[in-house]
Structures are given as structure tokens and as C-alpha cells.
């Protein structure tokens, strides 16, 4: 194992709202990542995407705006992950539009950009036509952070003469790029169940903008963490939200967010809140989680605010299994954000889920479980045939797939499928892992 993970750069974009920065993010990006619309603030926290250029692969943030002089909560949390960027970033991207001119809060942002001492790349966004528009791009030298980069997003012009810049900049790193192994885990549910609460808690440090506005957090994002000396990466997800607080088109986009977060993780945390139980909307998630194959943990947060008594947990924890009857392997845990109950639990738990969720099992060992188990109850029989069960192989992991062959695959119903699956958990317990079982014909003959 090796100690040190290459890193890869990072390259932050700052600037004021509505300079282009999200229609940049997805030109780079190839995915329509950021929600584009003319509402200011609406990209409200750092968005990450990996983009190469010319072999060179770097991590790109979008910091939110910067509006110096703001006192609204947000803009200055928003001031604050800015700073955030400048902190953690190797290049800087200031992004500024030609169409605004030159503005104080520009001037002061390059103030503060001015004096990070890091590498600070000046770019002119909406430059539609670069003969007519250039004398407009040069009065952006006033800010005294080098040349102007003119380009369009939107038109994708000038982007690969800026990237050829973002990269001469990167400091030295060995070019041995290793696989990314840190278990990802996605932190979905609707919103304000405490989501970011829990994050923070688990993290330690303000990473994740969390204000009592309804749907702040609109965007995954991915955090680093370090817990007794092992990383991981959280994704954490906007919360999928009420049809009636915001218009169709964001609930739209809160879907494939998460979906897009789950695709991309090994284990799922389902936030739930204590009070109000498993709505419709989580069990939607927790579906789309279960058919692509990935860990599941539930999570009560606000547990601290349920009255209980000694059969509470027991009664709670059947309820909701009822309603997720489709997942009976999902783990369960009880917490508080507010108190910090159970939390530090809950890494052992993701380690556990982890564990399973990439746990082999040897073929000799499996086919004594099926024969044992084939042997206990015999497989149905329709019309006189009996189902036979020849052999069971594991195929892969994430999740654990096997591939069992038998003498005709429209005899082996669902039921006695579940049966051998039961037998598998009984003998090697996956918790918290769904199991896939692929099922294959092989003629008597062959056998």
C-alpha cells in the first residue's frame, strides 16, 4: 500500500454572481452540473468537477459568488468559501464579465486575490466576438492581476488558450496518478432533515454552507475526511424538496442530482427525520439506491426529539423496515446532529457496510451453502420438472453478484432466489449490502 495518494490540482473560479462561472463549469465539465438560471446566488456551493486537458487532470471548484460588501447571510458564507478556495486552491480563476465592465466589487476581489500570492489567471467572460470587443477586455489590465483572458462559455471560445494557461501554472506533481480506492458515501434526503448538520459533524469543520434557508445546500458536493487514519470521501446532495416550496424544474434537478451522487457512491446514507418517518420521497431514493447495487444506511437523525420508551427504537426500526420492505439488508442507527449522539458510531458502521459491500466469498464455500441449503428444502417443481441447482460462483463486488446454474431458469422463482440469499446472509451476514443473483441455464447433458 502506498503511503502518499497523488494529488491532483486544484483550480478555483471566483467571481461575482451571474459572470458566467456555472456555463464555464459546464463547458469543462461535459455535465450540466450547475444549475444554470439568471437568479443571483442560485450556485451556492463550491461544485467540484474533474476535467483534463492535454493529460493533465485537475479537480475544478466553483466557489459561489463573491460580493465583498454584502451583509446577507449567504454572500458572506459565500465570502467565506471563496476564502476556503483560495486556501485549498493551486490556481485561481478570476472570472469577471465583459458585457458588467470593470465594478468595485471586481476591484475588491482582486484586492483579496492580489494579496493570497497564488497563481491568479484574469478571465473576460461573454467576449462574443473577439475583433470588436477587445478594447472592452483591456480595460480589465486596471486590475493589476496580469493579462486578461478573453473568452465565451457559453460560445466555447478562448477556453483551450485559458486551460493551456491553467495548466503551465500547476506546481510540480510525480505524474503517477494511483485509482481513487477512498469508499465513497453518499449523504442524501429531503431537506432540512439535517443533512449538513451531520456532515459538519462527522467532518469537524464548516465545510458545507448550513443556514435555517430551505434549500441552501443545492449542489453536491464532495468533502475529504479523515477518520482514525483512513479517508473518505462524503457526497453530500441537495435534499430533494416539497412540489409546493419551488417550482417543478428544481424538484427535476434535486432527482438527478441524486442519482447522480448514489451512481457515484459505494454506500448511501438515507437521512431521515425522527418525527416524521419515511415519506414517499425517501422511499423513491432509497429505491433508486437499491437497483443500482449500492450500501444502504438509514439514518434518524433528531432522535433527541422523539419521546420514547423501552420499545420505541424496536417499533420505529419495523415500521420503516415495512415501508422499505424491498431492502430488509439496510442498517439502521439512531442519532443527533444537534447533541452529537451515536455519531461517532456511525463510522464504524460505514466501515462495516464497506467491508461487506466488497466481501468475497470462496466458491467452495458457497456451493456447500447451496447444497446445504437445497438439501433442507427442496427447489419447487411445475409440470413435473424439478428445478435443479448445479453450482454458485461469485462474479463481482460492489455490490457481492453471483451467478448460480440450474436446469431451467423459468423454474427457479423469485421466492426460492431470496431463499438462497437468505442462506448466504445467515452464513456471512452483508449487512447493509444488497446481493445480485444472476441466474443461468446449463443442459442435463452438460452437467
Known amino acids: 500500500m502506498t503511503m502518499s495518494r497523488q494529488r491532483k490540482p486544484i483550480v478555483a473560479v471566483v467571481g461575482r454572481p451571474n459572470v458566467g462561472k456555472s456555463t464555464l463549469f459546464n463547458a469543462l465539465s461535459g455535465t450540466n452540473l450547475a444549475i444554470v438560471k439568471d437568479t443571483p446566488g442560485i450556485t451556492r456551493d463550491r461544485l467540484y468537477a474533474d476535467v483534463t486537458w492535454l493529460d493533465k487532470n485537475f479537480t475544478l471548484i466553483d466557489t459561489g459568488g463573491i460580493e465583498p460588501d454584502s451583509k446577507d447571510i449567504i454572500l458572506s458564507q459565500m465570502r467565506e468559501q471563496a476564502q476556503i478556495a483560495i486556501d485549498t486552491a493551486d490556481v485561481i480563476l478570476f472570472m469577471t464579465d465583459v458585457r458588467q465592465g470593470l465594478t468595485d466589487a471586481d476591484s475588491k476581489v482582486a484586492d483579496m486575490l492580489r494579496r493570497s500570492a497564488k497563481p491568479v489567471i484574469l478571465i473576460v467572460n461573454k467576449v462574443d466576438d473577439f475583433n470588436k470587443m477587445m478594447p472592452d477586455v483591456y480595460e480589465f489590465y486596471n486590475l493589476g492581476i496580469g493579462d486578461p483572458v478573453p473568452i465565451s462559455a457559453s460560445g466555447r471560445l478562448g477556453i ?24 465513497r458515501i453518499a449523504i442524501v434526503g429531503k431537506p432540512n432533515v439535517g443533512k449538513s448538520s451531520i456532515v459538519n459533524k462527522l467532518i ?15 449542489d453536491a458536493i464532495d468533502t475529504e475526511v479523515v477518520h482514525n487514519g483512513k479517508e473518505y470521501v462524503f457526497i453530500d446532495t441537495a435534499g430533494l424538496r416539497r412540489k409546493n416550496k419551488i417550482k417543478e424544474e428544481l424538484e427535476k434537478y434535486m432527482i438527478v442530482r441524486t442519482v447522480g451522487a448514489v ?88 466501515d462495516a457496510v464497506i467491508e461487506n459491500h466488497s466481501l468475497r466469498v470462496a466458491t467452495g464455500v458457497l456451493n456447500e451453502i447451496m447444497m446445504e441449503a437445497v438439501a433442507l428444502q427442496q427447489p419447487p417443481t411445475d409440470k413435473g420438472k424439478r428445478l435443479k441447482l448445479y453450482y454458485i460462483t461469485q462474479v463481482s463486488v460492489k455490490p457481492p453478484t453471483f451467478v448460480i446454474f440450474v436446469n431451467d431458469k423459468e423454474l427457479m422463482h423469485f421466492s426460492y432466489t431470496r431463499y438462497i440469499e437468505n442462506k448466504i446472509r445467515d452464513a456471512f451476514g452483508f449487512r447493509g449490502t444488497p446481493l445480485k443473483f444472476i441466474i443461468r441455464e446449463r443442459k442435463e447433458k452438460e452437467s
Not at 491553467?166 to 469508499?183: K, M, Q, T, W, Y
Not at 469537524?204 to 443545492?218: F, K, L, M, P
Not at 433508486?288 to 449500492?294: M, S
Open 160 to 183: 483551450g488558450d485559458m486551460l493551456d494557461e491553467v495548466i503551465a501554472l500547476f506546481p510540480e506533481f510525480s505524474e503517477e496518478e494511483e485509482e481513487d480506492e477512498r469508499p
Open 204 to 218: 469537524g469543520e464548516n465545510r458545507v454552507i448550513v443556514s435555517d434557508i430551505a434549500g441552501t445546500t443545492r
Open 263 to 350: 451512481e457515484r457512491a459505494d454506500v448511501v446514507l438515507l437521512v431521515i427525520d425522527a418525527k416524521e418517518g419515511v415519506t414517499e420521497q425517501e422511499a423513491k431514493i432509497a429505491g433508486i439506491a437499491h437497483e443500482r447495487g449500492k450500501g444502504m444506511i438509514i439514518v434518524v437523525n433528531k432522535w433527541d426529539a422523539v419521546e420514547k420508551d423501552d420499545k420505541t427504537i424496536y417499533q420505529y426500526t419495523n415500521k420503516v423496515k415495512e415501508i422499505l420492505s424491498f431492502m430488509p439488508y439496510a442498517e439502521m442507527i439512531f442519532v443527533s446532529a444537534k447533541t452529537g449522539q451515536r455519531l461517532p458510531k456511525l463510522f464504524d458502521m460505514i
